[in-house]
């Protein structure tokens, strides 16, 4: 019995309505981090309510970037620290070991502490 072409047609409509979930990475600060740099206010930013986090990454924490990111091409990545959600983007490009991050400063105050151990 030949299926009807309209089930197949919704089939791949319900398929193509359902969420993606977002690639996550969570790096861990104190194994994954070889330097930090936080930028806690700065007047002329044009979102004074971020912290901007620049970030380096040790090799296997390098890696592990490089291969998600390759791996999430075009799709959205989630970036954890120390287990707190700090933002989700689309990913346009191969990332590396070293990464800028604006961080909301509801969520500075919670992280800030956690990179100092």
Do not use: C, H, Y
């Not at 089930?7 to 993606?20: D, K, N, T």
């Not at 044009?46 to 990454?57: A, E, G």
């Not at 700090?86 to 990464?99: C, D, K, P």
């Amino acid at each position: 019995m030949p299926m009807d072409w309209k089930w197949v047609v919704l089939s791949l409509v319900m398929l193509g309505a359902m969420p993606v979930q977002a690639a996550e990475i969570n790096f861990l600060s104190a194994s994954d981090f070889i330097k930090v740099d936080a930028q806690l206010k700065d007047i002329d930013s044009p979102n004074p309510d971020t912290v901007d986090l620049s970030v380096t990454l040790s090799p296997q924490a390098a890696e592990r970037m490089r291969k998600i990111s390759r791996d999430s091409m075009d799709q959205s990545l989630t970036l954890l620290i120390n287990g707190l959600q700090i933002s989700t983007a689309t990913v346009r490009s191969e990332l590396g070991a070293q990464f800028r991050v604006a961080v909301p400063r509801a969520i500075a105050r919670d992280l800030l502490p956690t990179l100092i151990d």
